[in-house]
């Protein structure tokens, strides 16, 4: 069973940046797509970001010029550079593997698609 552990949140100041890592292991076939989804206090979880195995990537409105997706299948690790970083993106940030499904689907950014969940790191940018 899929593995997946984030690291890299911490208290930021607006307009600070901050690294998102997340280790994945466990995996007997690696997952065709891995993303990065966020939850606030009394909001449903949505989703950020997500990367397929062959690069593409699907970004939030709200994030897209400001975030970056990126892999390193050597590593199996799964990164998220968020810099511009405002007040509404403080959230718990969760790391997910989806293996299978098509991109058209997946690209949708649906949790409901993502088998795999990490714990989650916290994310808090003051004013």
């Known amino acids: 069973q899929a593995q997946l552990v984030e690291s890299g949140g911490g208290s930021v100041q607006a307009g600070g940046s901050l690294r998102l890592s997340c280790a994945i292991s466990?995996?007997?076939?690696?997952?065709?797509?891995l993303g990065w989804f966020r939850q606030a206090p009394g909001n449903e979880r949505e989703g950020v970001a997500v990367?397929?195995?062959?690069?593409?990537?699907s970004y939030a409105d709200s994030v897209k010029g400001r975030f970056t997706i990126s892999q390193d299948n050597a590593k199996n690790t799964l990164y998220l550079q968020m810099n511009s970083l405002k007040p509404e993106d403080t959230a718990m940030y969760y790391c997910?593997?989806?293996?299978?499904?098509?991109?058209?689907?997946?690209?949708?950014?649906?949790?409901?698609?993502?088998?795999?969940w990490g714990q989650g790191t916290q994310v808090t940018v003051s004013s």
């Open positions: 997910a593997a989806a293996f299978s499904g098509s991109w058209a689907s997946l690209g949708r950014r649906r949790p409901t698609d993502f088998a795999a």
């Open positions: 990367i397929n195995s062959a690069g593409f990537t």
């Open positions: 466990g995996y007997t076939f690696r997952p065709y797509c």
